[in-house]
């Protein structure tokens, strides 16, 4: 079973603007991971947060955590063509869960020239 | 460094046969986890290994299962496929035992006719 929510579905911006998309999830965390996805090629992981921190970034990614409200946002800033792709969160559980991995149902990005 | 290698790429099989489908991970990785993805049900997580040993399954039939050898290299085997099991079926690897971010490699893309 997936672990919660993408919103939105999919979203289509154009080039140059900001792309914001938020995941929710229902159950308690060790971390929070976001991953890409191109044409349903492997997943490239973008970045990992852990549930004692709130806002971590990494070029023009910046991802925060509400672990009270069990919801996360990726930002991308300044959106390129080459940043069209899926985008998945997916929670690793608290001690003892490896690294099993549950993800949500993914946002399309579509950035238009 | 290499990264994750899944062959075959491609599998095209029939009802009631079985496949067996091989991952390289990262050298130095121990753990390695299995996915499927399908439209319908998204990413679900089948099962991890870490030293040769499965520390995790997720909730799939006992025909599929799987194995780690010595060399952290992992296969997995789906006996008597069904129509259902046509998928892309994803092989991740992860440097230590627990909560850390996952390498995926480029999947193999199973279609069962």
């Known amino acids: 079973s997936q672990q919660g929510e993408e919103d939105p579905q999919a979203l289509s911006i154009q080039e140059g603007e900001n792309a914001t998309m938020n995941c929710s999830y229902k159950?308690?965390?060790?971390?929070l991971q976001w991953y890409r996805q191109n044409s349903g090629r492997g997943l490239v992981h973008l970045i990992l947060i852990r549930s004692n921190e709130r806002e971590k970034h990494s070029g023009r990614l910046r991802v925060t955590l509400d672990t009270s409200k069990k919801s996360s946002s990726l930002l991308i800033t300044a959106s390129r063509a080459a940043d069209t792709a899926s985008y998945f969160c997916?929670?690793?559980?608290?001690?003892?869960?490896?690294?099993?991995?549950?993800f949500g149902t993914g946002t399309q990005l579509k950035v238009e020239l | 460094k290499a990264g994750v290698t899944q062959t075959p790429r491609y599998l095209i099989k029939t009802r009631g046969q079985q496949v067996t489908l091989s991952c390289s991970p990262i050298?130095?990785?121990?753990?390695v986890s299995w996915y499927q993805q399908t439209p319908g049900q998204g990413l679900q997580f089948l099962f991890e290994y870490f030293s040769e040993t499965q520390r995790n399954k997720g909730n799939f039939p006992g025909r599929f299962s799987g194995r780690q050898f010595s060399n952290s290299r992992s296969e997995m085997n789906v006996s008597t496929l069904e129509l259902g099991d046509s998928a892309l079926y994803l092989c991740a690897s992860s440097l230590v035992v627990s909560n850390t971010e996952a390498f995926f490699g480029q999947g193999t893309r199973l279609t069962v006719v």
């Open positions: 050298s130095g990785h121990r753990s």
């Open positions: 997916a929670t690793a559980g608290l001690t003892g869960g490896g690294n099993k991995l549950t």
């Open positions: 159950t308690s965390i060790n971390n």
